[in-house]
């Protein structure tokens, strides 16, 4: 009988030290499970997949197009509005921007701001430009913050677009024929070209504070000013494009903190630029010489780094639009060559050497958007 139970209590001992080495095992098993999923991580990789190329066509033909070019595989839409909304875009589509998911496009003389589905190029609503008259307001170009589209127009005002539900929230009174605007320190800087009063132009750019909506001060700067951008550091620059004779193309410079005219580079007569990474490129095209150059400027050391931007021999017959892929600082061009035939959008590397050409995208390109692809992957 005391044998049997001394059997008993080892097998019994037997049985919990089984026990206790599977729970072990499981336990290893499990920290092993988890040291493998601290050791995966996750990459998010953005690319740029296409461009949008914005061409405005001739005043008064209706014959704006939105061109679409994918580049893996290599696929050109020369009119991918068309083609997905079965109707045109308009008559003289001015500008265009991204903001969420969505594609704002102005136009002109037809005065509409048409949304599309950034992805696919459908429209999602045309917002009419008219006032209470039915008048058209003629918008110009467009900027976004905190979930507003400002848009200025050729009738003098600033409109406030809600960018969830598209409706117009509010407008206010700006100078006369604005013609660009962008935003900095919570203000909207808007210039004001007087350029339907030739020779009578304007010489003022609107500042307007974003959270009154209201305009706070108007600021001197040279007669026409045009073309409007802020670098990193919140200095507002802008071309002021005089009156095409003896009063030339000025650059110029806010302080946006002081909302006073700074400076007036008079070496830089520029007629159009874009900013990236508080880099500025800058073209001017000689109307009468049919002559032009490309420099480059340092924002922040306020200096011209390059006077001629492209290195090789490429040649460019009318520039008419600059913008920088954001992602690797390649500078696409757009040619309108003679205004009369379909142009061409040039890219260069940000040293200013040619890489390729995308040939007859539009009558009179202006504008070049870049649409990416963020992807996820798991590295271990």
């Given at each position: 009988?005391?044998?049997?139970?001394?059997?008993?209590?080892?097998?019994?001992?037997?049985?919990?030290?089984?026990?206790?080495?599977?729970?072990?095992?499981?336990?290893?098993?499990?920290?092993?499970?988890?040291?493998?999923?601290?050791?995966?991580?996750?990459?998010?990789?953005?690319?740029?997949?296409?461009?949008?190329?914005?061409?405005?066509?001739l005043f008064n033909l209706n014959n704006s197009t939105l061109a679409y070019?994918?580049?893996?595989?290599?696929?050109?839409?020369?009119?991918?509005?068309?083609?997905?909304?079965?109707?045109?875009?308009?008559?003289?589509?001015?500008?265009?921007?991204?903001?969420?998911?969505?594609?704002?496009?102005?136009?002109?003389?037809?005065?509409?701001?048409?949304?599309?589905?950034?992805?696919?190029?459908?429209?999602?609503?045309?917002?009419?430009?008219?006032?209470?008259?039915?008048?058209?307001?003629?918008?110009?170009?467009?900027?976004?913050?905190?979930?507003?589209?400002?848009?200025?127009?050729?009738?003098?005002?600033?409109?406030?677009?809600?960018?969830?539900?598209?409706?117009?929230?509010?407008?206010?009174?700006?100078?006369?024929?604005?013609?660009?605007?962008?935003?900095?320190?919570?203000?909207?800087?808007?210039?004001?070209?007087?350029?339907?009063?030739?020779?009578?132009?304007?010489?003022?750019?609107?500042?307007?504070?974003?959270?009154?909506?209201?305009?706070?001060?108007?600021i001197t700067v040279g007669i026409n000013p045009s073309r409007i951008h802020?670098?990193?550091?919140?200095?507002?620059?802008?071309?002021?494009?005089?009156?095409?004779?003896?009063?030339?193309?000025?650059?110029?410079?806010?302080?946006?903190?002081?909302d006073e005219l700074e400076q007036t580079f008079d070496d830089i007569q520029?007629?159009?630029?874009?900013?990236?990474?508080?880099?500025?490129?800058?073209?001017?095209?000689?109307?009468?010489?049919?002559?032009?150059?490309?420099?480059?400027?340092?924002?922040?050391?306020?200096?011209?780094?390059?006077?001629?931007?492209?290195?090789?021999?490429?040649?460019?017959?009318?520039?008419?639009?600059?913008?920088?892929?954001?992602?690797?600082?390649?500078?696409?061009?757009?040619?309108?060559?003679?205004?009369?035939?379909?142009?061409?959008?040039?890219?260069?590397?940000?040293?200013?050497?040619?890489?390729?050409?995308?040939?007859?995208?539009?009558?009179?390109?202006?504008?070049?958007?870049?649409?990416?692809?963020?992807?996820?992957?798991?590295?271990?």
């Amino acid at each position: 009988m005391k044998y049997f139970l001394i059997e008993k209590k080892r097998s019994a001992d037997r049985w919990i030290i089984a026990i206790i080495s599977v729970c072990l095992f499981s336990m290893a098993s499990c920290d092993d499970m988890q040291d493998k999923e601290r050791k995966q991580s996750f990459v998010s990789e953005t690319s740029v997949t296409g461009i949008y190329v914005l061409s405005e066509g001739l005043f008064n033909l209706n014959n704006s197009t939105l061109a679409y070019y994918n580049f893996d595989p290599a696929k050109l839409t020369s009119d991918l509005f068309l083609t997905m909304n079965k109707r045109g875009l308009g008559d003289t589509a001015n500008d265009m921007a991204a903001y969420g998911s969505k594609l704002y496009i102005v136009v002109n003389v037809s005065s509409q701001i048409e949304v599309v589905d950034l992805a696919t190029g459908q429209s999602i609503k045309r917002i009419p430009m008219f006032n209470d008259s039915e008048v058209a307001r003629q918008p110009r170009y467009i900027d976004f913050a905190k979930g507003n589209a400002y848009v200025c127009s050729f009738d003098g005002t600033l409109v406030r677009i809600d960018t969830a539900n598209l409706n117009i929230t509010g407008i206010v009174k700006c100078g006369r024929n604005p013609d660009g605007l962008c935003i900095a320190n919570n203000k909207i800087y808007v210039t004001n070209s007087g350029g339907l009063d030739y020779p009578n132009y304007d010489n003022t750019v609107s500042v307007i504070d974003a959270a009154t909506f209201t305009e706070t001060k108007k600021i001197t700067v040279g007669i026409n000013p045009s073309r409007i951008h802020a670098d990193s550091e919140g200095d507002v620059y802008l071309v002021s494009r005089g009156n095409y004779g003896d009063i030339p193309y000025k650059f110029q410079k806010i302080n946006s903190k002081t909302d006073e005219l700074e400076q007036t580079f008079d070496d830089i007569q520029a007629l159009n630029f874009t900013i990236h990474n508080d880099t500025a490129y800058i073209y001017n095209f000689d109307f009468s010489t049919q002559s032009s150059w490309i420099k480059v400027f340092d924002c922040k050391k306020e200096v011209i780094i390059s006077n001629s931007f492209i290195t090789d021999q490429t040649s460019l017959t009318t520039p008419y639009g600059i913008d920088v892929n954001p992602l690797n600082g390649d500078v696409y061009i757009t040619d309108a060559k003679n205004f009369i035939v379909w142009g061409d959008v040039v890219c260069f590397d940000n040293k200013g050497n040619f890489k390729f050409k995308i040939e007859e995208l539009g009558l009179n390109p202006n504008k070049t958007l870049f649409v990416t692809k963020t992807t996820t992957k798991i590295q271990e």
